[in-house]
């Protein structure tokens, strides 16, 4: 039913941004029910390329991914990689997230000109300031560092503390 929004949200209608961490979690849900072989299609499903996906829903481009499902898609994939038992790639993918920078959203906030002038458009708002250490907790979490995971997400939630992903992350290590 999650990949399926209801008629009365019309915006969400098409792809579905959490496609890869919804099918994900059916995955987990089927194996542990023991159904090995759900699972792994459920996997296998989240590693396929969205292009290859046609007409189901959640398929299609990806295009319009905001920066934080981007990374949680990678993430997410990468997890299903694991499952499959190819977790090399996956690993690879948790060390990239880990290395993201968390400083990118605050440079964006230097402010050239007048400092007792500032420009609110030009500020980066709580999600864009979050943002980098959400991503940088999940390597840490697919890493298995649940200490630096826990800290870049409590930083997360120090920026924004309404960041429900940063929120249930934290509440998952």
């Not at 002038?117 to 709580?126: E, H, Q």
């Amino acid at each position: 039913m999650a990949l399926t929004p209801t008629e009365n949200l019309r915006a969400q209608q098409g792809r579905n941004a959490r496609q890869s961490q919804i099918t994900y979690w059916i995955g987990c849900a089927y194996d542990a029910l023991g159904q090995k072989d759900k699972a792994k299609q459920s996997w296998t499903e989240v590693v396929t390329p969205p292009a290859t996906r046609g007409n189901r829903p959640g398929g299609g481009s990806g295009c319009g991914l905001s920066m934080t499902n981007q990374g949680e898609q990678r993430y997410f994939v990468a997890l299903a990689q694991k499952k499959l038992g190819t977790g090399d790639k996956g690993e690879a993918v948790f060390k990239e997230l880990a290395a993201t920078s968390t400083t990118s959203a605050s440079d964006q906030s230097d402010n050239p000109g007048d400092p007792q002038f500032v420009d609110a458009r030009r500020l980066p708002s709580r999600e864009n300031l979050a943002t980098p250490h959400y991503t940088v907790g999940l390597g840490y979490a697919g890493l298995g560092n649940k200490i630096y995971a826990r800290k870049e997400f409590t930083a997360a939630l120090a920026s924004a503390p309404d960041f429900l992903s940063a929120k249930i992350a934290l509440d998952l290590l």
